[in-house]
Structure formats: structure tokens, C-alpha cells
């Protein structure tokens, strides 16, 4: 018998073969986590599964699914749990826990002979492929792509075995074995809705069960829907250990600035780091950049730290992203994107310009290309500068980029332990054209 461990391992490395036979899918596999992203609409085809406490591995593998930006689950099992509740603070909501189970097959018990008029076809066509999808759709109540014929690779590998079964001439259940060794994992099991609890699923499954024993498999591992867990239980599988389901199925919830460089004409964009510690602390121990910027004065290394950790966080939360802004490889100046509103289109710019380069034109440079920028890479329908009114710099830097004066909110910030007044300046994509 596997440990619990390899037993894992050896279940979500079957998900392989989806990423043969140019299907789209990407799987991958890192520190007992495991993922595949099909590029499909559907949740269900793009999987993260994680038993793994390490949250910085944990935010690091999120990351492919917000970049491709499709609605996806996150299974947590064993240490993994431990990330339930960031799961919940990004916006995921529970379906559940499922078991993962086990049989142990046995060729002197497993036989079994399907009840008359019950027939079973191996897949071995495009046809019947699309057969077994429509099973799984249906009986899952999981709309399939329409732009896409086939979910999965064909042919398939020479380790997957997928069935369906047939009462006369009707197709009503489908499963499918990987064989890795002598081990197999189960998955897509399915009977069509209008002919579930008349016993195909049982059919089906006994007879797949008994074929594999026959031929000289040893153990079956699946993972169940709520549904079906009564099915394996009868049948005879354990379960080894139980795991929460978490689904994104908002995109915009998602959504997250992807573009950590940038380049615009003489200026480079990149994100500030941990080598930057030496010339960052001098640079932001300037009375004049610290006062409008909000950063402590005088600036220290924890300081630094602690502004790494609040920019790392903010790009993992899709809050907004922070860039460094150099020319000739010399840094120049600070510019980011915060309070960033997805769902409705809108994000907000702050800016900052090194004391070498303030009233040399960076900064209307650069805000204005960067506006440009995210308005046709992320669709934005409204960007923001709000700066303190008495800030006349960062004002004009604003005017000259393109944006409108709006108004001022009265008492809005605070800054350093004193609450200040904000003037808001405003630019919509087609003031553009002005």
C-alpha cells in the first residue's frame, strides 16, 4: 500500500495526459501541488490542487490562473487547509468537501457480468469522445465550450482508458481509468440525467473494476461528488482523506495587472525588489518625496521591507501594482496603480519623481503613456490622480498628462498623521483625442 503522499502524487500526475495531442491544457506539478488550466470558460477544467501550507508557493500558483483570467477551483487537503481563509478573503466561495477514496482490487472477487441488454465501448473515436463529454456535461449540469468540439486530447494517451456504456443503442454512463503501473486513477464518471438511479453508474463501474483486476491492476483511487459517494461505498471503496472545494467563477474578482515591465520610449518600467535596498533607502530619505508619498521620514530598512511586502501584496490582491521608472538604467522615479475597481473600470494613479529628476518631464511622460497604455491593454473606463491640493507638482504633472480637474474632497486623506483635502483629477478614454 502507497502512502498518503505518493498516493496523491500519483492520482493528479494522471491529469498528464491532457496536455498531449496539442489540447491546450497545461498541467503542472510542484511540492505536493498540482494544476491544469484548460483555457476553457468552464471552472471545472481548470484545476489547482494544494497540500501544501507554504503561502507564498500557495499565492505563486494562483497566479497562471488570474493571468489567464478564467473562472477555476482550488482543492485544499491535509496541509493545504491551512489557506481556507485567504481563499475567502479573495472572494472564492465554498462547494464542499469530497472524499478521495480507494479500492483495492481483487481478481477472485472482483467479477462481474453486465445485466442484459447492457453493453460497454472502449473510445477509441473522435465520435464517441464526444459521446462521453456530452455524458459527463449533462449528468454533471456543466455547460460545455461551444467553440470548442473536444475538451480533451485525441487520441488519447496509451494509458487512459476511457468506456461507455450502451443499453441497446442508447449511450448513458461513461468512466475513465489511468493507468500508471498498476495503479489507477478514475475519474469523469457520469451517467446521463434523465437515467440516473437506474443502476448504469453501478453497471459500469463493477464491470471497469473487474476488467482491471483481470488484467493485473491493483488499485483504483477516485475522487467523488456527493452524489456518487453512496455508489463507491457500496461498491467497497474507503475514503483516505476528505478535501474542500473553492470556486472563482467571477472574472472580474480575478482580474490583476500581469504587465510587471513596461517600456515607454527612453523610460523602463520593472517592479521595485529586495536588491534595490541600498540606493531606495537614500533616495526615499527626502523630506519633500516622503511628504507627499506617505513614507515615513526618516526612511530605514524596515521601512523598505515593509513597503515590498505592501506592494507584493497589493499585485496579489489585483488592488494594484507598483513600478520603478528608470532612464538609462538609472531610477528616476516611482508610478503605480492602486484602488483599482474592476468591475467597474477604473483604477487610480500616484507618482512620485526622485529629487534629481523632479521639473525634467518624467513624470507627465510616463503618466501619460502609461494612461494610454491601460486603456487599450486592460480596458479601464476611468483612470483617477488624486493628490494633495497643496501638491502644485503632482497637479500640474496631472493637467500636463491630459487629465480634468474635478473637484476637491475636503478632508479625505490621511498623510503623515494629518488629515488632508484632495484634489481629484479625472481622464477618460476619449479625452484622448483632445
Request: charged share 25%.
Amino acid at each position: 500500500m502507497h502512502d498518503l503522499e505518493t498516493i496523491r502524487d500519483l492520482f493528479y500526475r494522471s491529469y498528464d495526459y491532457l496536455a498531449e495531442n496539442g489540447s491546450g491544457f497545461r498541467v503542472g506539478h510542484e511540492a505536493n501541488c498540482h494544476w491544469s488550466i484548460s483555457g476553457l470558460e468552464n471552472p471545472y477544467s481548470n484545476r489547482l490542487a494544494i497540500y501544501n501550507a507554504d503561502p507564498e508557493l500557495f499565492e505563486r500558483l494562483l497566479e497562471p490562473f488570474y493571468e489567464a483570467n478564467l473562472p477555476h477551483y482550488v482543492k485544499l487537503g491535509g496541509p493545504g487547509l491551512e489557506h481556507a481563509s485567504s481563499l475567502i478573503a479573495k472572494g472564492y466561495t465554498n462547494d464542499g468537501a469530497s472524499p478521495t477514496m480507494i479500492y483495492t482490487l481483487d481478481p477472485a472477487r472482483d467479477q462481474h457480468t453486465l445485466r442484459a441488454g447492457l453493453t460497454v465501448t472502449l473510445v477509441n473515436s473522435r465520435e464517441e469522445l464526444k459521446l462521453a463529454q456530452e455524458i459527463l456535461s449533462d449528468g454533471f449540469k456543466r455547460p460545455r465550450d461551444a467553440d470548442r468540439d473536444y475538451d480533451d486530447p485525441f487520441p488519447e494517451s496509451h494509458t487512459s482508458f476511457r468506456y461507455l456504456l450502451f443499453d441497446g443503442d442508447q449511450p448513458v454512463s461513461t468512466t475513465q481509468f489511468i493507468r500508471t503501473g498498476k495503479f489507477l486513477s478514475c475519474f469523469a464518471t457520469a451517467t446521463l440525467s434523465e437515467h440516473q438511479k437506474k443502476g448504469y453508474g453501478n453497471e459500469l463501474m463493477r464491470w471497469a473494476l473487474a476488467k482491471h483486476a483481470s488484467e493485473g491492476d491493483e488499485t483504483v483511487v477516485l475522487q467523488s461528488s456527493d452524489p456518487g459517494q453512496s455508489l463507491y461505498t457500496a461498491i467497497g471503496f474507503q475514503v483516505l482523506e476528505y478535501f474542500q472545494n473553492w470556486q472563482m467563477n467571477s472574472k472580474e474578482r480575478m482580474r490583476r495587472f500581469t504587465h510587471s515591465t513596461l517600456k515607454f520610449g527612453e523610460f523602463d518600467l520593472r517592479p521595485l525588489c529586495k536588491e534595490d535596498s541600498e540606493w531606495a533607502v537614500s533616495t526615499f530619505n527626502d523630506e519633500a518625496f516622503a511628504q507627499w508619498m506617505g513614507f515615513p521620514f526618516p526612511y530605514e530598512q524596515k521601512d523598505f521591507e515593509a513597503t515590498l511586502q505592501r506592494m507584493s501584496r497589493f499585485k496579489l490582491d489585483g488592488s494594484g501594482i507598483n513600478w520603478v521608472v528608470e532612464r538609462d538604467g538609472t531610477p528616476v522615479a516611482m508610478i503605480a496603480c492602486h484602488h483599482t475597481e474592476w468591475k467597474f473600470k477604473r483604477t487610480e494613479i500616484g507618482y512620485g519623481a526622485f529629487a534629481a529628476s523632479r521639473g525634467t518631464g518624467v513624470i507627465p511622460t510616463v503618466l501619460r503613456q502609461l494612461v494610454e497604455f491601460l486603456f487599450e491593454e486592460y480596458g479601464f473606463e476611468r483612470i483617477e490622480v488624486r493628490t494633495d491640493v497643496k501638491n502644485l507638482s503632482s497637479r500640474r504633472a496631472a493637467e500636463k498628462a491630459g487629465f480634468s480637474l474635478e473637484g476637491e474632497l475636503r478632508r479625505n486623506f490621511l498623510n503623515l498623521g494629518e488629515v488632508t483635502d484632495d484634489a481629484i483629477f479625472s481622464i477618460i478614454k476619449s479625452d484622448l483625442s483632445r
